[in-house]
């Protein structure tokens, strides 16, 4: 019993450290409408500062609780000051974009960071001296509790209450609210939402900030802290609801105890257990347990007017040649060598990845930030039938879309039910599930170590896999076309646009989402496997977050909405990585400043932006040659 209530305790702690970062995370959305990637880069911002000031730069400071909470403090409000950074030079100008948009420029601002504070900072641990007088324990029975972790205990009803005044009863705070409801009306009124905009976003980031220096007498700041924790935030603000501070709160509850009690009963499957309780949530509920879903119903994805996919210029007759120059390319690349070789395989899997989420965004609406468990249900399924089997790669490649379809084929009764950011998280819960089985399951999948050795392709086959990957990319590219112009591409835009008039033409708006939900999750899984003959072995790295993200960047560094798009997007992210990897240690940080500047001067991608470009010049030729000619013929 008294271990029971000890569980209990940690659940309740951690839950009030999660309530904070939530929290955060919830007022900056719910006055930018910004879903904050980056967000837990101030958490680990606020540990790092707080860690290397009362241990490397005034170690007497961690002697003196009251200067160690001045320390806390001042962990915060460096936060806060890199947030009213953030906002000002990108959060302010994504203001309006498209969800998913804002959720991938956030994502590069982490990149960013994530780099500053290793050059800042340094790579190495940092570990923190205990608060001065809380360094013991209170016994509980036979068990014994840590006394700091009390006093988190109790910090979280604090915090939530005085939220609440700040919102309820201050004239800042009612103005918070206004802006959350109709920023417009507000602005008719004579009240700028600039200020109301930075001040969210400022307390917001001060309160990750908080949470991460109120970590250190529990453990280490390190670099990967900010990865750590945002997952579970997520978690946490889209179970509560996006925008509710008490919906985040209540989750905050169910969440750190789910996790607590999770360790002590099913400690290999703690992470599956939090995704579930999600799930469920979700599924139930899915606007969360606090969120008011819109006039449509549900939240929508990508918004863009575009009914249709663009090539790289206007006009007939363009997609053969470009189709001839890929193939050129191609033959280019593996006259090259090893190394051009296996960087244009590369690109072509991950073009034909990111093909599979083009479709469903552009056509269905629909935003995963999950969709790297579709990928590596097909990396593991082609890799388990060769290993177990002795499946070649075609019958190999058919195991991995099989088993993607089973599943997905289980999972879409809950994508209809959900759209936009909540469909985005619930899809990563479907992600890191099947990361955690990758993981834990070290019998089957080998965990840690993975499936190595593979020989589904062998080296004097390798240049018909390569014709093969050329061909299947070029097939994607194809279909992904037709399947825009036909009819049931119109129906899923429609479905996409206006969802309420679809339902009330007589489309079955469930039945489409369902559809292209399903063909896009067994074209990731054809993509996985592809990636498992290509390298020969599989790793759990293939569910991971950053796979899922390299998906979105392919799709919108390309354009959404340009059908080679995610040719253009793959070949530069690939690129990038594997030159800038090389001889650059903070690369990372690069290509985050990079995606932050795509998002905000060409949000529609790449090939859109050169098209604007290219079109704003043909445009001065002419106007400035009519001007010559009647200069010419002026006396």
Request: glycine content about 12%.
């Amino acid at each position: 019993m008294n271990d029971l209530f000890v569980q209990l305790l940690g659940g309740l702690s951690y839950a009030s450290t999660l309530f904070m970062m939530a929290a955060g995370l919830t007022l900056i959305f719910g006055v930018t409408r910004i879903v904050n990637f980056a967000h837990g880069s101030f958490f680990m911002l606020g540990a790092l500062f707080t860690a290397h000031w009362v241990t490397d730069w005034f170690p007497v400071w961690g002697e003196s609780p009251l200067l160690y909470l001045i320390a806390i403090i001042l962990g915060a409000a460096c936060a806060g000051l890199a947030g009213a950074a953030a906002e000002f030079l990108l959060i302010r100008r994504m203001a309006g974009a498209p969800e998913l948009y804002q959720l991938v420029a956030t994502f590069g601002l982490s990149l960013a960071m994530h780099d500053a504070m290793q050059w800042a900072f340094g790579a190495q641990e940092v570990f923190a001296p205990r608060f001065p007088g809380l360094k013991g324990s209170i016994p509980i029975g036979d068990a014994l509790f840590p006394a700091y972790q009390l006093v988190l205990i109790a910090l979280g009803p604090l915090i939530w209450l005085g939220l609440h005044l700040l919102l309820t009863r201050s004239l800042f705070g009612r103005r918070l609210r206004a802006a959350t409801q109709d920023r417009d009306m507000l602005a008719a009124l004579g009240v700028s939402p600039k200020p109301l905009m930075l001040g969210a976003v400022v307390l917001g980031c001060a309160l990750a900030g908080l949470a991460g220096a109120l970590q250190l007498p529990r453990e280490p700041a390190h670099l990967q802290m900010d990865m750590n924790v945002i997952v579970e935030t997520f978690v946490v603000v889209v179970t509560g609801g996006l925008g509710s501070i008490g919906g985040a709160f209540a989750a905050a509850l169910l969440i750190g105890l789910v996790h607590a009690f999770g360790i002590a009963v099913f400690p290999q499957a703690t992470l599956v257990l939090v995704f579930l309780t999600m799930a469920g949530v979700l599924i139930w509920r899915p606007q969360g347990l606090g969120g008011v879903l819109s006039a449509s119903g549900a939240e929508t994805g990508v918004r863009e007017p575009a009914q249709r996919f663009r090539g790289l210029a206007p006009g007939r007759g363009r997609n053969p040649l470009i189709a001839a120059a890929v193939v050129g390319l191609a033959a280019w690349a593996w006259a090259g060598g090893a190394y051009w070789q296996t960087l244009a395989a590369d690109v072509l899997i991950l073009m034909i990845f990111g093909i599979s989420l083009q479709a469903m965004m552009a056509l269905g609406g629909l935003v995963s930030f999950g969709h790297a468990a579709f990928f590596a249900l097909g990396a593991y399924g082609a890799a388990l039938s060769h290993g177990l089997w002795g499946a070649t790669l075609p019958w190999a490649l058919a195991a991995g879309c099989a088993l993607a379809l089973v599943v997905a084929a289980a999972f879409g009764a809950a994508v209809v039910r959900s759209a936009g950011v909540y469909l985005a998280m619930l899809s990563l819960a479907l992600a890191q599930v099947v990361w955690a089985v990758a993981t834990q399951w070290v019998g089957l999948t080998g965990g840690d170590n993975g499936l190595i050795g593979l020989t589904l392709v062998g080296t004097e086959s390798r240049p018909v896999f390569y014709g093969l990957l050329v061909l299947l990319a070029l097939l994607a590219v194809f279909a992904l076309r037709l399947l825009a112009a036909s009819v049931l591409g119109g129906a899923l835009q429609a479905v996409r646009d206006v969802p309420l008039r679809a339902a009330a033409s007589g489309l079955s708006v469930s039945a489409l989402k369902y559809r292209i939900f399903v063909e896009s999750a067994v074209l990731a899984a054809l993509a996985g496997g592809l990636f498992a003959a290509h390298k020969g072995a599989v790793f759990p790295s293939v569910a991971s977050v950053a796979t899922s993200v390299d998906a979105l960047l392919v799709v919108l560094l390309g354009g959404v909405h340009q059908l080679w798009g995610a040719l253009a997007g793959s070949a530069v992210l690939t690129y990038a990585g594997a030159e800038f990897g090389r001889g650059f240690a903070y690369w990372r940080g690069l290509l985050g400043v990079f995606i932050m500047l795509i998002m905000v001067a060409a949000p529609s991608g790449l090939l859109s932006g050169l098209g604007s470009a290219l079109q704003r010049v043909t445009r001065r030729r002419p106007a400035a040659g009519a001007d010559a000619a009647q200069g010419a013929g002026t006396p």
